[in-house]
């Protein structure tokens, strides 16, 4: 994989509802003290942000003005960029957009929502009232595939993802109030129904990422962003399809690998909740691309606790995701 440069260093960080008051929970200049210095330590060259909120303008469009804000001064802001669309045609999505940015130019790119399998169909048995039919159950969101030019015959494929949260998803005539369900039976049904989003999610990222293979079995594909579950629960399991799961060699080739493992299991977390480190946000690759990477930093210094620290400082400007970052080096 030859490359202009000595290293190239992949990065994802979800920053976590970035927007203006009242959406968001300071100032914009407040979070800029914070996530731009942040950004400026990543160096990289490409890089996979998550919630990323748009901002209404007078025309009726809506920008990523504050996203813009953040990057102003930095190397980033004359980089290529994709980003989710909004289905109106009228710009970005009103919440959780993805960005890809890239200093090497995006030749294609694509969201991918049900493009590759249909929602699966589902009847609640808990819901108020009964419905008398199965309903679709839709991704909330999509996932972005950027094709990226490396200057080469072989292309960069970067997937940037942010499946659902494992959080329970509404039933109707079963919760209380916002946080409180009625019953025990309808809080499980909804996490189950959110387990299917998430999984749902990641399998229609493996059809893409098979799809990438079968067009070219030495592929360079790299899934980066905030898979909302660490490396043994399903939803990275489907994405990364390790062959012993598989159950045979055959497909070793299309196997994704965690490029975190290159780290002792001690720094391995990206996010802390309720004093647990987990590690939810990843940089998957694929063998080809394996070939080059040198190292993975996960910037976790300063890390705080997503449920304790907002109690004790409501107003903190800092994401509660750590930026991840993997370097590659061509070594001729």
Not at 89 to 111: C, M, Q, W, Y
Request: hydrophobic residues 40%.
């Amino acid at each position: 994989m030859p490359m202009s440069q000595p290293t190239v260093r992949i990065a994802s960080f979800n920053l976590e509802s970035l927007d203006e008051p009242p959406r968001g929970r300071v100032t914009v200049e407040k979070r800029i003290e914070i996530l731009r210095p942040q950004l400026l330590r990543l160096r990289a060259d490409v890089l996979c942000l998550q919630e990323i909120n748009g901002q209404n303008e007078n025309d009726g469009t809506r920008s990523m003005r504050v996203l813009d804000a953040v990057l102003a001064g930095t190397g980033y802001e004359n980089y290529h960029r994709a980003h989710s669309q909004s289905p109106s045609g009228k710009g970005a999505r009103d919440r959780h957009n993805l960005v890809t940015l890239s200093r090497f130019p995006i030749t294609k790119f694509e969201e991918v929502c049900h493009t590759r399998m249909d929602p699966p169909l589902y009847r609640p048995i808990t819901q108020k009232p009964l419905q008398k039919n199965p309903t679709p159950i839709n991704w909330e969101r999509p996932v972005l595939m950027c094709q990226l030019d490396l200057g080469t015959n072989n292309p960069l494929h970067v997937i940037n993802v942010h499946l659902r949260a494992p959080r329970a998803a509404f039933i109707s005539g079963q919760k209380k109030d916002a946080k409180s369900w009625i019953s025990m039976p309808g809080w499980a049904e909804g996490y189950f129904i959110a387990s299917l989003k998430q999984s749902g999610q990641a399998l229609e990222v493996r059809f893409l990422i098979d799809e990438i293979f079968n067009a070219n079995p030495r592929a360079l594909v790299c899934v980066a962003g905030d898979f909302n579950a660490d490396d043994h629960e399903a939803p990275v399991r489907i994405i990364r399809g390790d062959e012993d799961d598989v159950g045979s060699g055959e497909f070793a080739a299309r196997m994704l690998i965690a490029a975190e493992r290159t780290l002792p299991q001690s720094q391995r977390f990206s996010i802390i909740h309720r004093g647990k480190a987990q590690m939810f946000d990843h940089i998957l690759v694929s063998n080809d691309l394996l070939s080059w990477l040198r190292k993975t930093e996960i910037h976790n210094e300063a890390l705080g606790d997503e449920v304790a620290s907002p109690a004790a400082a409501a107003d903190a400007p800092e994401s509660y995701h750590a930026p991840i970052v993997a370097e590659f080096e061509n070594p001729l």
